[in-house]
């Protein structure tokens, strides 16, 4: 059972009227499905609930149609019409005794309305600000706006009421909400009684949280969610000045949410951001109020959520990723379990769900966003099938996850790796710059495997076809992974380029094998994810001149969407990486690289000894190519069936491989489905006219 020193994390604590059972809390995230997939996303929370989370807060929600952050999907309460799915997620997030918070957000300058066509509402007139640089600018609330607004809030929260929510979060962090735009001296330029000192600033957010009080605070936890400090100097809110903030309302809400900065500074990833992060913004703040504290910090180790409740630094530990990652956190805590915790990486693939509207995906949690879908339960199989073992071929994050999951559903399940480790491109990839913390997904399927006595691994096992016919078993599953292609196929190239022989030219795979280049190097990066970037800050590290040369206008333009590419560009910029954007490598000759503008095609040569090329990858799947050459020989060797799986049949970041080897266990001796639909999803009900 629990270990003694953990007990102090599931000490029931005081919001307001209520009391939450235990420290641990699920902090507002999003998850790309929102209101476009109510049900998928109320399932997802009540996961959650049942792995013992004593806060369970939904996404952030439009709190009236004046102010919405189309494209990104979110959650909605515009009026009692949504009351209902709303109330679906907070039904689940209570069935296990937890509360149910929802977050109102008003996005004011963040907010450009395209899809209500409503003018845009913020405390002073400015460009609107998102990611998207919108054409769009918001009026100043004038004081008949700022009354309806507080009405709005009220009206909202009356709703989150009826809607079945415990706790109403005010949103006012990460540059979002408009309690931040009225605190802010950036934001907030009024002359009238809401802007100028900090007093004037703060008026509004007391207003509402008074109003608020006085409609649901008999009831209902109010929570504060403010930024521990913009981050754009002395004219934004600094922490400094949100720690005056915080002494002049020291009991203004009944909890204070503290999240750093923009969101980019708030969710990190691990290549720049290590756990409990936000400490030294956070601490001493509680000697300023009454009230408790949540943070965050990408806590995933019970010693350090101890050390932040001891040192009185917060008093919940607020979790967004390690949440999604291992919904089941607090329960394996309790439990003693402290092995079986599925640490969150940093990657950062789940936010990648929200920026790109689509459905969020967790690397280390395939079942994310596929409890309500496919019926997906992270910590329970389905029942085993008809046949009783299976051969899986790789090691790498797909086979690993097959492998761990079939063991989960009883099947005898050997691993054989043509190397000497587990990992796969996992194992190889950790040991770049920054990236050690995605070593975790390997560790933790290793682990799991190291626990079950029907999975055997096999190393120094480079399978032929003619092996796996011999030795009998009934299902094979090739997870044999992909390697970095050397002939600049990808995006710019869909054939092979213009490669002089001569030229010394290396792919990651050759660098992660420990073959370092030495003098000038051009990294030519048609992939526009993490690796380009990843490999000219080693290759900077060890002491080569190096260019990165990308068809796109950003460098490692993928990580927009996990929101470091700011951060990327802004540490190869201060190693003395020259970026070059917006070129293309049209010829690699001797002694130099031919690139092209994207636009006018204009020409320009770059001198290096040395070509790396990060462009596509090629699937290790010659080992299916003869397997299924030799189908007619499958019944008598005993096969029933085989698989390609992973990168061996897409090549993909980590997060698509785990998925794939979950989806692979899952779905084996499954009933055949045919044409259909292999999810469920929700359609919008038609109108009667
Ligand atoms: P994925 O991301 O799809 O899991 P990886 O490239 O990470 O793919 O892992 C593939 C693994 O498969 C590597 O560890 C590689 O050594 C192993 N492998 C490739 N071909 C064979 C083979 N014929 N027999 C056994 N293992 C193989
Ligand atoms: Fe953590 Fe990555 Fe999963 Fe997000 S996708 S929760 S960052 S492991």
């Known amino acids: 059972m629990r270990d003694p020193r953990y007990d102090i ?31 998928a996303a109320a399932a997802m929370r009540g996961i959650k ?19 919405e952050i189309t494209p990104y999907i979110e959650l909605r309460l515009w009026d009692d019409k949504d009351i209902p799915s709303l109330r679906k997620m907070s039904d689940k997030m209570k069935e296990h005794g937890a509360l149910a918070g929802i977050q109102l957000a008003y996005s004011g300058i963040n907010g450009p309305n395209l899809y209500t066509k409503e003018v ?18 918001a009026r100043a609330l004038d004081k008949q706006d700022i009354r309806d607004l507080r009405r709005w809030f009220v009206n909202a929260a009356k709703r989150s009421k009826r809607a079945g929510f415990d706790l109403v979060c005010l949103y006012g962090a990460h540059g979002f909400g408009i309690f931040q735009h009225f605190l802010s001296r950036a934001t907030n330029q009024r002359s009238d009684e809401y802007g ?7 008026r509004f957010v007391n207003e509402v949280v008074s109003d608020i009080k006085d409609a649901v605070g008999d009831t209902m936890g109010i929570t504060l969610r403010v930024s521990l400090d913009e981050t754009i100097g002395a004219l934004g809110f600094s922490n400094a000045e949100m720690r ?17 900065g923009t969101w980019e500074d708030c969710s990190g990833p691990s290549r720049f951001k290590d756990e409990a992060a936000q400490h030294d913004l956070v601490k001493g703040i509680h000697d300023l109020t009454d009230k408790p504290i949540v943070g965050v910090g990408r806590f995933t180790s019970p010693d350090v959520m101890v050390k932040q409740i001891k040192s009185g630094t917060l008093d919940f530990i607020g979790c967004a990723r390690p949440s999604i990652a291992d919904p089941f956190l607090p329960k394996k805590i309790e439990q003693g379990r402290i092995e079986d915790i599925r640490e969150c990486i940093g990657c950062n693939i789940c936010v990648t769900g929200d920026m790109t509207m689509s459905i969020s995906r967790c690397t280390q949690n395939p079942t994310f966003m596929e409890e309500w879908r496919k019926g997906w339960h992270p910590e329970i199989m389905n029942a085993k099938g008809d046949s009783s073992n299976v051969l899986v071929v790789g090691a790498g994050p797909a086979g690993l996850e097959a492998a761990r999951a079939l063991s989960e559903r009883g099947y005898d399940v050997a691993i054989a790796e043509a190397g000497t480790e587990l990992g796969g491109r996992v194992a190889r990839e950790s040991k770049l710059p920054g990236l050690s913390a995605w070593g975790r997904v390997k560790d933790y399927r290793e682990y799991q495997i190291s626990q079950k006595p029907n999975v055997e691994t096999y190393f120094d096992s480079r399978l032929t076809a003619a092996e796996i016919l011999e030795f009998g078993f009934e299902n094979i599953c090739l997870a044999t992974g992909a390697a970095w292609r050397r002939d600049g196929v990808a995006r710019q190239h869909v054939v092979p380029m213009a490669i002089d022989a001569a030229t010394p030219l290396f792919t990651p795979d050759d660098l992660m094998d420990g073959k370092l280049p030495q003098g000038n190097v ?3 990066d048609d992939d526009h994810y993490y690796m380009g970037g990843v490999l000219a800050e080693l290759l900077r590290a060890n002491g080569c001149d190096v260019t990165i040369i990308t068809p796109s206008a950003y460098v490692s333009d993928w990580t927009n969407n996990t929101l470091e590419q700011a951060s990327i560009h802004k540490k ?55 397997l299924a050459a030799r189908q007619d020989e499958w019944a008598d060797a005993g096969i029933k069936s085989v698989k390609l799986i992973g990168d061996a049949n897409a090549p993909g970041p980590i997060a698509w491989a785990t998925y794939a080897g979950h989806r692979y266990a899952r779905e084996l001796d499954g009933e055949e489905i045919g044409d259909a639909l292999p999810f469920r999803r929700e359609i919008a009900e038609l109108a009667a006219d």
Request: hydrophobic share 40%.
């Open 522 to 524: 051009v990294i030519y």
């Open 196 to 202: 100028g000192s900090l007093e004037n600033r703060a």
């Open 244 to 260: 005056d903030f915080v002494e002049m309302n020291r009991d203004l809400p009944d909890l204070w949410d503290l999240a750093h």
């Open 49 to 67: 609930a049942q792995g013992g989370w004593g806060v369970i807060f939904t996404e952030q929600t439009e709190m009236h149609h004046t102010s």
């Open 120 to 137: 845009p509402l913020a405390p002073t007139a400015l460009p609107i600000r998102t990611f998207t640089n919108d054409p769009v600018q």
């Open 9 to 39: 994390l599931f000490e029931p604590v005081a919001i307001g009227p209520l009391t939450a059972k235990n420290r641990f809390y699920q902090v507002p995230h999003c998850n790309g499905g929102g209101y476009r997939d109510p049900s």
């Open 572 to 626: 190869l910029a201060e190693m003395g990486v020259r970026i070059v954007l917006n070129r293309g490598v049209t010829e690699i000759a001797k002694g130099y690289v031919t690139s092209n503008c994207v636009y006018t095609d204009a020409l320009e040569q770059y001198a290096c000894d040395v070509v790396v090329m990060v462009t596509s990858k090629l699937e290790n799947n010659t080992l299916f190519t003869e």
